[in-house]
């Protein structure tokens, strides 16, 4: 399948910036299961580019103009095959993604949460059992913590989300991270895009990987799926901050406002 993908954020501010310095994740990946037909990154200055610690594609932006406006905008095509397993190793080793973070922490609540879907799979070093596990790890998590917008933002901790019992793709990565390093089996948060043949979803999404039988199994939460063919794969990290769009300071600006939307569209094969 072929996804168009046009992702507008606009950053405005009351007073005039001083100085503005932006981390942009928004160039996907060339790997086994997407292609980039083509991509750009607009932006209101000139970037640098690189790789992350997590071998992300990185643009940094660094403006001290007096803004009170920023606008950035990543659009093109991506080439995306529906597979699930991801055999490439990665730069990191797996073993670092058993790390925690303050939105990753467990607390009893979520420790008891994995005790309960582990007793139904004792022998959890089994690949198959691992798969199993998580595949009901992600759906009583759903069960518990329903999609809900506005009720969380991304400061929320896999920890206070649980406990209000609502959240969205973000939220339900993070307890299933927590949880899944809590089983010592590594796993790692993916940002991306989702096609969802409609416009109900106009935000960047959020997923979930685990390391199983030395491949990278996806679940996508808040869906109860793999990432397939609909799911275009932008960032990898420990947890949301690692790896969203775009992460940066700034001195100035006073009150600011954030505007984002993302458009992803099918498009035919011969485009």
């Known amino acids: 399948m072929i996804l168009k993908v046009n992702h507008k954020t606009i950053y405005s501010y009351d007073r005039p910036l001083q100085q503005s310095i932006q981390v942009i994740r928004l160039t996907p990946f060339n790997h086994y299961r997407q292609q980039v037909i083509s991509w750009q990154v607009d932006a209101p200055s000139k970037m640098s580019q690189g790789l992350d610690w997590f071998g992300n594609q990185s643009s940094f932006l660094n403006l001290a103009n007096g803004e009170r406006e920023i606008n950035i905008v990543a ?3 991506v080439e995306v095959y529906p597979a699930n397993v991801n055999p490439v190793l990665g730069d990191l080793h797996p ?5 925690n973070t303050y939105l990753t922490t467990i607390d009893s609540a979520l420790a008891q949460l994995a005790e309960n879907c582990r007793a139904n799979y004792p022998n959890v070093l089994s690949g198959s059992s691992q798969l199993a596990l998580l ?3 992600s759906a009583q998590i759903l069960h ?3 999609y809900i917008r506005g009720v969380t933002t991304s400061a ?3 920890i206070n989300a649980y406990s209000i019992k609502g959240g969205v793709c973000q939220d339900h990565s993070h307890i299933f991270l927590a949880c899944c390093r809590y089983l010592k089996i590594p796993a790692r948060y993916v940002s991306g895009y989702l096609y969802t043949h409609d416009e109900a979803h106009l935000a960047s999404h959020a997923w979930a990987e685990a390391w199983i039988e ?5 679940f996508d939460i808040s869906n109860q799926c793999p990432a397939g063919e609909t799911h275009i ?4 990290g420990l947890d949301y901050l690692d790896a969203c769009p775009i992460r940066g300071s700034r001195i100035g600006g006073g009150m600011e406002s954030i505007s984002a939307l993302s458009f992803v569209t099918a498009v ?3 485009i």
Do not use: D, M, Q
Not at 95 to 99: F, G, P, S, V
């Open 75 to 77: 659009h093109g095509l």
């Open 95 to 99: 073993a670092y993604y058993l790390r």
């Open 135 to 137: 595949s009901e790890l």
């Open 144 to 146: 518990n913590v329903p």
């Open 156 to 158: 929320t901790s896999a």
């Open 214 to 218: 030395s491949s990278w199994c996806s």
């Open 233 to 236: 794969e932008l960032a990898y």
């Open 268 to 270: 035919p094969h011969s």
